[in-house]
């Protein structure tokens, strides 16, 4: 699933493209694609209107349309957002077309159908109730480690709760954690304030690491113009299970957490023995 990076470079690629461009139609080619309102209503609403400006919200996509109108795209597993000249061909599992006034198409293509686009007026009703950006300067460290106190679940899945930290998944967990020295079964209520800062600044540098790096292709993603990101080069633990570490020659591990794979280094993210509380 993309994250927070595939997210934002697809942003990053697609908004000078189709700012200040007036949509004139859409063509709905897989119903179950459209979370609001129906098929034939989302076609009829959303010609018409000017893209203003388009934002991230955790893993959420916000075009902010005029006349106070959004639309709201989730990719999920492998959707896709693209923006074709006039005359190109569908790409592959099309879902949905937006037609441009200029002739150019953006097309969302999902392999999966898992993926959900809403026409709305209320975007928060919309998104899924979210927890703070990783770069809001309202997170600070004090802030973050209060998040964790008292909560006994592992590090790992509580990073992948978007209701605690919005925009992290599989990859980024594992490479902040990698980054942070910290193991993924740590109960996350008994990090110390030292080490939850160390894990906020190790989230914040491999998210902006990433997004330099256009993000992470592992199969499916692609930014607006189709090209693939280049983060999966420079990843230390995500994927890399029997492999050494980069950091220390261990040989890099696996479990399974919550039902989500695992990678981590047990000597670079040693787990702390019961009632240990390192400082």
């Not at 441009?100 to 686009?117: M, P, Q, V």
């Not at 906020?200 to 199969?219: K, P």
Request: charged share 20%; aromatic share 6%.
């Amino acid at each position: 699933m993309p994250e927070l990076p595939e997210v934002q470079n697809l942003i990053n690629t697609l908004a000078p493209k189709v700012c200040g461009a007036t949509i004139t139609g859409a063509s709905v080619l897989c119903e179950r694609s459209i979370a609001e309102p129906n098929a034939g209503l989302f076609a009829e609403q959303v010609a018409g209107h000017t893209v203003l400006g388009i934002e991230r919200r955790g893993k959420y996509l916000d075009f902010q349309l005029d006349s106070g109108w959004h639309l709201v795209v989730h990719l999920r597993m492998t959707g896709r957002l693209l923006i074709f000249e006039d005359g190109c061909p569908a790409p592959a599992w099309a879902r949905v077309a937006l037609f441009l006034a200029d002739g150019r198409t953006i097309w969302f293509s999902d392999l999966r159908k898992f993926g959900r686009l809403a026409l709305t007026r209320r975007p928060a009703a919309t998104i899924a109730e979210l927890g703070p950006e990783p770069f809001d300067p309202c997170l600070d460290e004090a802030s973050f480690h209060a998040r964790m106190a008292g909560r006994r679940r592992p590090i790992k899945t509580l990073l992948l709760d978007q209701a605690f930290i919005a925009g992290l998944g599989n990859i980024y967990a594992d490479e902040s954690l990698f980054e942070a020295g910290i193991h993924p079964l740590t109960p996350a209520g008994s990090l110390s304030r030292k080490q939850a800062a160390t894990l906020l600044a190790s989230i914040r540098a491999v998210l902006q690491r990433a997004i330099a790096n256009r993000g992470t292709t592992l199969r499916d993603y692609v930014d607006a113009e189709g090209r693939r990101g280049e983060n999966q080069e420079h990843l230390n633990v995500y994927g890399r299970n029997g492999q050494p570490c980069r950091r220390c020659q261990t040989t890099i591990q696996h479990l399974r957490l919550a039902g989500r794979s695992t990678c981590f280094c047990p000597a670079c993210q040693p787990l702390a023995s019961e009632g240990q509380h390192p400082e």
